[in-house]
């Protein structure tokens, strides 16, 4: 099954690749590997929320923008890779989450990302992770993801 059919069936589209908001690329390939820029949960060029985790956005909300993030980073990757059945394996993600001083849900919230990584790629969407809390987001966004993948040929 290709990744756009498993996509179809998942009920995912892949959005159009986020533009900049700085001096930087979406997603560069060396070697076999892509590397994405952090990518924001914006949705059609927007972010639905703004905000530090455990404050002003609760954890299930951030969970959903970690998953929209990531949907994201797979638009950066596909845009250098040509298409997304290239990717052999998803090899690192990193989630930042913005976070209220009192909110130790990280792992948690990453957890949006990684989920999507795997409903995506199976097997091959398995991969070493970091969840990290930072004080501020571009933007105020709640969440950013980085992704790195294995391409084919």
Same mark, same amino acid.
């Given at each position: 099954?290709?990744?756009?059919?498993?996509?179809?069936?998942?009920?995912?589209?892949?959005?159009?690749?986020?533009?900049?908001?700085?001096?930087?690329? =979406?997603?560069?390939? &060396?070697? &076999?590997?892509?590397?994405?820029?952090?990518? *924001?949960?914006?949705?059609?060029?927007?972010? =639905? #929320?703004?905000?530090?985790?455990?404050?002003?956005?609760?954890?299930?909300?951030?969970?959903?923008?970690?998953?929209?993030?990531? *949907?994201? !980073?797979?638009?950066?990757?596909?845009?250098?890779? !040509?298409?997304?059945?290239? #990717?052999?394996?998803?090899?690192?993600?990193?989630?930042?989450?913005?976070?209220?001083?009192?909110?130790?849900?990280?792992?948690?919230?990453?957890?949006?990302?990684?989920?999507? #990584?795997?409903?995506?790629?199976?097997?091959? !969407?398995?991969?070493?992770?970091?969840?990290?809390?930072?004080?501020?987001?571009?933007?105020?966004? =709640? #969440?950013?993801?980085?992704?790195?993948?294995?391409?084919?040929?």
């Amino acid at each position: 099954m290709s990744i756009e059919d498993r996509l179809r069936e998942l009920g995912l589209r892949i959005p159009a690749v986020a533009a900049p908001v700085a001096a930087y690329v =979406p997603a560069v390939v &060396s070697g &076999s590997h892509v590397f994405t820029a952090g990518q *924001l949960p914006f949705v059609d060029g927007a972010l =639905p #929320v703004t905000g530090k985790v455990g404050a002003e956005v609760d954890a299930e909300t951030a969970t959903a923008q970690a998953r929209q993030a990531a *949907l994201n !980073g797979l638009a950066a990757v596909q845009s250098v890779a !040509g298409s997304l059945d290239r #990717v052999a394996k998803v090899v690192k993600v990193t989630v930042f989450v913005a976070s209220d001083p009192s909110f130790t849900g990280q792992p948690g919230v990453a957890n949006g990302a990684s989920q999507l #990584v795997g409903d995506v790629f199976g097997e091959a !969407g398995v991969h070493a992770r970091s969840a990290v809390g930072v004080a501020v987001l571009p933007l105020d966004a =709640p #969440v950013e993801v980085e992704l790195i993948v294995e391409l084919t040929d």
